[in-house]
């Protein structure tokens, strides 16, 4: 479903994010994408979402990641990033939840319907109505999720999707990741949460694919995540 080829990408100044990532993603995957801070992750993300220039080779269900193709491609993908101050634009969390598919033509009812259908899941009814600039941070986190669900997209990326979450809310989000059908990345930090909701693993470093495999084979190698600025999740470790 994704096929990425030599895909490394430099930002001005010359700082390499990726060089050179070789990664397949086939249609159901749940991927785990991890790595120490600035190994490439949400770089990673951004050249998929065409955001940042790139070079090496894209495809994304047959279709190339470059310019023309991408109204195409951004309406199979949601791109839940990491920073969700910069997710909503529209003044309030319903507003933003409608926005993708009564563009695409769906009866702003409907959507509606839909939309509360998805805040129940998330146990987040109560921000319906209110102002995205006036939520706290988890609560823009589970509004940004919400919204992405939406649009069902066949891929979801997931930047840091449960960072700034308290621990109820944090579960409730992987278990509704946990639920969606579509193929999905998720980078994290929260080594627990990748092993929940993952099969496979991609441990980048310094923009460099270290290993893909199993989430077992990865995630319980304690010395593979040492020697890449990782360790063991919680639940291994006997801490
Ligand atoms: N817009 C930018 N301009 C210049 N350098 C950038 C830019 N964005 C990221 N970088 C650099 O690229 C490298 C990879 O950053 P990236 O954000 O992809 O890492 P990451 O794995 O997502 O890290 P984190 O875990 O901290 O989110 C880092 O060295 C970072 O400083
Ligand atoms: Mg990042």
């Known amino acids: 479903m994704i096929d ?3 895909l490394t990408v430099e930002y001005e100044g010359g ?39 790139f070079k090496g080779s894209i495809m994304f269900n047959g279709l190339e990641v470059i310019k023309k193709n991408m109204p195409e491609i951004r309406k199979d993908i949601g791109y839940v990033i990491q920073e969700s101050d ?15 598919p009564v563009n695409y033509g769906m009866a702003k009812d409907d959507a509606v319907k839909k939309a509360d259908e998805i805040l129940e899941q998330l146990e987040i009814s109560h921000l319906k109505d209110r102002y995205n600039h006036k939520i706290s941070g988890g609560e823009k986190k589970m509004a940004a999720i919400a919204t992405i669900l939406m649009m069902k997209p066949k891929v979801i990326l997931f930047d ?21 059908e579509a193929t999905k990345i ?31 084979e990865i995630l319980r190698d304690k010395k593979l995540l040492e020697e890449n600025g990782l360790e063991l999740p919680l639940s291994f470790s006997g801490r």
């Open 4 to 6: 990425i080829r030599g």
């Open 15 to 53: 700082i390499k994010a990726l060089d050179g990532v070789d990664l397949v993603i086939s249609e159901g995957d749940s991927l785990g994408l991890i790595g120490a801070n600035g190994a490439g992750k949400s770089s990673l993300f951004r050249s998929l979402t065409g955001l940042t220039a």
């Open 86 to 100: 910069d997710q909503m634009f529209m003044p309030k969390v319903i507003e933003d939840m409608i926005f993708g």
């Open 160 to 180: 840091e999707p449960t960072s700034s979450l308290d621990p109820h809310n944090r579960r409730t989000v992987i278990n509704a990741i946990m639920e969606i």
């Open 186 to 216: 998720v980078a994290s930090h929260d080594l627990d949460l990748i092993y929940d909701i993952c099969d496979k693993v991609a441990l980048l470093n310094r923009g460099c694919i270290v290993k893909v495999g199993s989430k077992d």
